[in-house]
């Protein structure tokens, strides 16, 4: 059983541009949260996916998206970069929507110039 | 709005003694909480877990102990090692666990 994975490790992007950030949740796991780690925060939840389907999301803007696909993998998307957006960008899956335990990938360091 | 805090963000401790590391929430909706454990370059990794139904749940070395009255929640690790020197966060969630909230995070340094 392979861990979740995330891709790229690192980033480097200019103020207005789009990112697109990947990850592979462990195989069996269908419900993928995305979360965003400025420097000497916790992680902040920007949204769930179950299913496919959006199924909770935090506060944060809608130019930050989401897709999820039926392999296990799932991107993250953040239109008109700003300076703020620079953080590691964390995924974590779990086996269920429900489920309590969430298995973190090693995040993508994105940094906005 | 931060509705989990960790008010220390460095311990340092003697290997061998106790290590205590706390957590605030201000949400009484919340039903699940969760402390995670985060070595640089890595994501975090579950430790341990509690309902609120509980008041203190133990794993090995790891006894999370939960005070509904006051909204606190401590972790405490007896005895601390040096391979426990990572950054912990505590967690929190409703019972629909769509949703995680995370405090800041407390650095623990265990000194040899």
């Known amino acids: 059983e392979t861990g979740v994975t995330q891709s790229p490790t690192h980033l480097i992007k200019t103020r207005g541009q789009q990112v697109t950030l990947r990850c592979s949740s462990q195989?069996?796991?269908?419900?993928v949260s995305w979360y965003q780690q400025a420097l000497g925060q916790g992680p902040q939840f920007i949204f769930q996916?179950?299913?496919?389907?959006?199924?909770g999301r935090g506060n944060f803007p809608p130019r930050f998206s989401g897709l999820q696909f039926p392999n296990y993998s799932s991107e993250l998307n953040v239109n008109a970069l700003e300076l703020d957006d620079s953080a590691l960008y964390l995924c974590?899956?779990?086996?269920?929507?429900?489920?309590?335990?969430?298995?973190f990938g090693p995040g993508t360091r994105l940094l906005v110039l | 709005d931060q509705q989990v805090k960790q008010n220390s963000p460095s311990l340092s401790v003697q290997e061998g003694r106790i290590s205590i590391l706390n957590c605030d929430y201000t949400?009484?909706?919340?039903?699940?909480f969760l402390w995670y454990k985060k070595y640089p370059a890595e994501g975090p990794t579950f430790l341990i877990s509690?309902?609120?139904?509980?008041d203190k749940n133990e794993d090995g070395r790891f006894t999370v102990f939960l005070n509904k009255s006051a909204k606190h929640l401590s972790l405490h690790i007896v005895p601390s090692q040096p391979g426990d020197s990572a950054v912990y966060f505590c967690?929190?969630?409703?019972?629909?666990?769509?949703?995680?909230?995370f405090g800041s995070g407390t650095k623990l340094n265990v000194k040899p």
């Open positions: 509690i309902s609120s139904i509980k």
């Open positions: 949400n009484s909706m919340f039903d699940y």
């Open positions: 996916y179950y299913r496919e389907e959006e199924n």
């Open positions: 974590a899956s779990s086996l269920v929507a429900g489920a309590e335990t969430q298995y």
């Open positions: 195989s069996g796991h269908n419900t």
């Open positions: 967690a929190a969630s409703e019972s629909n666990f769509n949703k995680f909230y």
